[in-house]
């Protein structure tokens, strides 16, 4: 199967800007999301991006998407306390089957 | 309210029992999901459903099974084979032609085998 990566750990400071990277692998994927996942909880929906865009951003949330390379970035803007989270990108295929990365587990310190 | 509900919260099983894990559905969603989550991994699909009385094996569907027999029910059991059944179960709906809504997610279910 395919396989999506991201880094396992960001911290960041109160009221600062998160970026939370991701690489795909599946050069045919037509959608790829973010999904917010709070402790003992299943996953949110945060947002998603078809693939003939480039960029999409919604409120605080700002995707970014390259297909040359196969990176996919989610940021944060002026984080909060409860944006702490694991945050888990995932790539759609042609049988409409999700692959998710490892997740990133988002810790906002005061 | 519509949404996916997984039943119970918290399961404790003694090894070597079979365990069913319930997910049903009111979002008139065609196609279910199961996956399993371990700590510092994905989601890993066990077996999902694109229709009512079909099912198709994921990437670790040994040691569980599945039905389908109505659309709002999706089931998995985890039977007595499957070698290391303690994780985080979640199980997820997607409507026809929704993609760019992604897949909807239950609040899982944490079984713990004993």
């Known amino acids: 199967g395919e396989d999506v990566e991201q880094s396992l750990f960001l911290s960041v400071r109160e009221g600062d800007s998160s970026v939370i990277n991701c690489t795909y692998t599946?050069?045919?994927?037509?959608?790829l999301y973010w999904y917010k996942q709070e402790p003992g909880a299943g996953l949110q929906l945060l947002t998603y991006i078809f693939s003939n865009m480039d960029m999409k951003q919604d409120q605080r949330l700002t995707v970014l998407l390259n297909k040359k390379d196969k990176h996919l970035s989610l940021r944060i803007a002026d984080t909060q306390t409860g944006d702490s989270a694991i945050y888990f990108c995932a790539e759609l295929s042609n049988d409409y089957k999700l692959s998710f990365g490892a997740g990133t587990t988002v810790t906002v310190r005061a | 309210d519509g949404g996916i509900t997984q039943s119970p919260k918290y399961l404790f099983r003694k090894e070597g029992q079979n365990v069913t894990l319930s997910c049903e559905q009111n979002l008139n969603h065609d196609a279910m999901y199961w996956y399993r989550q371990d700590p510092g991994q994905g989601l890993r699909l066990i077996y999902y459903?694109?229709?009512?009385?079909?099912?198709q094996k994921g990437d670790i569907a040994e040691g569980y099974s599945v039905s389908r027999e109505k659309k709002e029910s999706f089931p998995l059991t985890v039977t007595s084979a499957q070698k290391n059944p303690t994780a985080f179960y979640l199980c997820?709906?997607?409507?026809?032609?929704?993609?760019?809504?992604?897949?909807?997610f239950g609040p899982g279910t944490r079984l713990t085998v004993l």
């Open positions: 459903s694109q229709i009512v009385n079909d099912f």
């Open positions: 997820a709906s997607r409507g026809k032609g929704t993609s760019g809504k992604g897949q909807f």
């Open positions: 599946d050069s045919s994927s037509t959608y």
